[in-house]
């Protein structure tokens, strides 16, 4: 099958993953479920749809590498792509990206969420396991900001998922590997870039974990994500990622600058027949900073049982809340205003770039102009034409 048959098939069967590996049948997970569609795929039509989906631009970097990260369009639907070497040959693992534009409402979480994107500064990170929507979550909270704030807001992701167009606030997103090298270097940029907001990805080594905290410490609202399996392990794992002789330092600056921590996982709606996050929600009041000043991470969890009060969720707790609830949304294709042209599928700008007109002559930086960029070649050529 071609991979556009492929991904209709997975759409249609509202799949979440689709893995395809060479002499095996394709394999889709729906509602957390694997499922096999198909024949076995020949490792030759395999290799030939990755090296389509890589391009020629980045395949020496992939054969060396053995994988590449990449987000694409294929069918009509947003793939978030990993292309790897296996024992078998080249396979691909295919995450299906929402097809809507996500608001807490669309992703039916609890409106005190809310809360989190109204912090001026601070840290907050959403963790759960692969799959439970935390990319969804924090493209739904910086919609929440867009929408009623004027904010600069950067947004570093690997690779970019959600294209979000500027309503109230001016956003700028990069893609590691492609408009930066690492989420490191995205961030000391990014920090001269005069951002109200920061985005991260994902956490993912003790430099970006630092870069990270003296961000929020340092006035800006940092929202980033984690794997986790609970909110004291997602700060846990955090304070663990550095040596022992400056934990004591890393936990007082986690207390200083949390906001709230959200730890979520996929749940199936029976009644309804979809999937909604169900969390765990920490936030940095008083008793729970003390505990992360003085890294007593096991009492969390007596704070959360007894934060109700302050907006504080155990799973147990948000399960009630999701019980009671009614006006569930389900999850529907949308296109509209809110679509915008995107680079993700430019991975990286060809190096054979054309130069833009009147460019000067000795200059090493090359410009694309593309068919989005049609009104600024207007322009420029009315500039040169005066």
């Given at each position: 099958?071609?991979l556009?048959?492929?991904?209709?098939?997975?759409?249609?069967?509202?799949?979440?993953?689709?893995?395809?590996?060479?002499?095996?049948?394709?394999?889709?997970?729906?509602?957390?479920?694997?499922r096999?569609?198909?024949?076995?795929?020949?490792?030759?039509?395999?290799?030939a749809?990755?090296?389509?989906?890589?391009?020629?631009?980045?395949?020496?970097?992939?054969?060396?590498?053995?994988?590449?990260?990449?987000?694409?369009?294929?069918?009509?639907?947003?793939?978030?792509?990993?292309?790897?070497?296996?024992?078998?040959?080249?396979?691909?693992?295919?995450?299906?990206?929402?097809?809507?534009k996500p608001?807490?409402?669309?992703?039916?979480?609890?409106?005190?969420?809310?809360?989190l994107?109204?912090?001026?500064?601070?840290?907050v990170?959403?963790?759960?396991?692969?799959?439970?929507?935390?990319?969804?979550?924090?493209?739904?909270?910086i919609?929440?900001?867009?929408?009623?704030?004027?904010?600069?807001?950067?947004?570093?992701?690997?690779?970019?998922?959600?294209?979000?167009?500027?309503?109230?606030?001016?956003?700028?997103?990069?893609?590691v590997?492609?408009?930066?090298?690492?989420?490191e270097?995205?961030?000391?940029?990014?920090?001269?870039?005069?951002?109200?907001?920061?985005?991260?990805?994902?956490?993912?080594?003790?430099?970006?974990?630092?870069?990270?905290?003296?961000?929020?410490?340092?006035?800006?609202?940092?929202?980033?994500?984690?794997?986790?399996?609970?909110?004291?392990?997602?700060?846990?794992?955090?304070?663990?990622?550095?040596p022992?002789?400056?934990?004591?330092?890393?936990?007082?600056?986690?207390?200083d600058?949390?906001?709230?921590?959200?730890?979520?996982?996929?749940r199936?709606?029976?009644?309804?027949?979809?999937?909604?996050?169900?969390?765990?929600?920490?936030?940095?009041?008083?008793?729970?900073?003390?505990?992360?000043?003085?890294?007593q991470?096991f009492?969390?969890?007596?704070?959360?049982?007894?934060?109700?009060?302050?907006?504080?969720?155990?799973?147990?707790?948000?399960?009630?809340?999701?019980?009671?609830?009614?006006?569930?949304?389900?999850?529907?294709?949308?296109?509209?205003?809110?679509?915008?042209?995107?680079?993700?599928?430019?991975?990286?700008?060809?190096?054979?770039?054309?130069?833009?007109?009147?460019?000067?002559a000795?200059?090493?930086?090359?410009?694309?102009?593309?068919?989005?960029?049609?009104?600024?070649t207007?322009?420029?050529?009315?500039?040169?034409?005066?």
């Amino acid at each position: 099958m071609k991979l556009a048959a492929l991904i209709a098939a997975g759409r249609s069967a509202q799949a979440s993953d689709l893995h395809l590996e060479p002499g095996l049948p394709a394999c889709l997970r729906v509602l957390g479920q694997l499922r096999s569609v198909g024949e076995p795929i020949p490792g030759a039509e395999l290799l030939a749809m990755a090296r389509e989906l890589v391009g020629e631009e980045l395949w020496p970097d992939f054969l060396e590498r053995r994988s590449c990260d990449l987000s694409r369009t294929v069918a009509g639907a947003r793939l978030r792509i990993n292309v790897l070497c296996t024992s078998r040959g080249v396979g691909l693992a295919v995450r299906f990206l929402a097809s809507f534009k996500p608001s807490l409402a669309k992703l039916n979480l609890h409106p005190d969420f809310l809360r989190l994107a109204q912090s001026q500064n601070g840290l907050v990170i959403v963790s759960g396991p692969t799959g439970s929507g935390k990319s969804s979550t924090l493209a739904a909270l910086i919609q929440e900001i867009n929408a009623r704030e004027r904010r600069h807001i950067v947004t570093l992701e690997a690779p970019i998922e959600y294209a979000l167009l500027p309503r109230q606030s001016f956003i700028r997103q990069r893609e590691v590997g492609r408009d930066t090298p690492s989420f490191e270097q995205g961030l000391y940029d990014a920090l001269r870039e005069d951002p109200d907001v920061l985005m991260v990805g994902e956490l993912r080594d003790p430099q970006t974990m630092r870069l990270t905290l003296n961000a929020a410490e340092t006035g800006h609202l940092v929202l980033t994500t984690l794997h986790s399996a609970t909110c004291a392990e997602a700060l846990q794992r955090i304070v663990g990622a550095f040596p022992a002789e400056i934990q004591g330092g890393i936990c007082a600056q986690l207390a200083d600058c949390l906001v709230g921590v959200v730890c979520q996982r996929m749940r199936f709606i029976e009644s309804r027949g979809l999937r909604a996050p169900e969390c765990e929600v920490l936030l940095g009041t008083q008793p729970v900073k003390a505990v992360v000043r003085q890294g007593q991470f096991f009492k969390l969890q007596t704070a959360l049982e007894t934060g109700g009060n302050d907006g504080l969720f155990t799973f147990g707790r948000y399960r009630e809340w999701m019980e009671k609830r009614t006006d569930w949304q389900a999850a529907t294709p949308e296109t509209g205003s809110d679509e915008m042209p995107s680079a993700e599928d430019h991975v990286p700008p060809p190096r054979k770039a054309a130069r833009a007109k009147g460019a000067a002559a000795g200059s090493d930086g090359e410009v694309e102009i593309g068919p989005v960029d049609e009104d600024l070649t207007r322009i420029l050529s009315e500039l040169e034409d005066k």
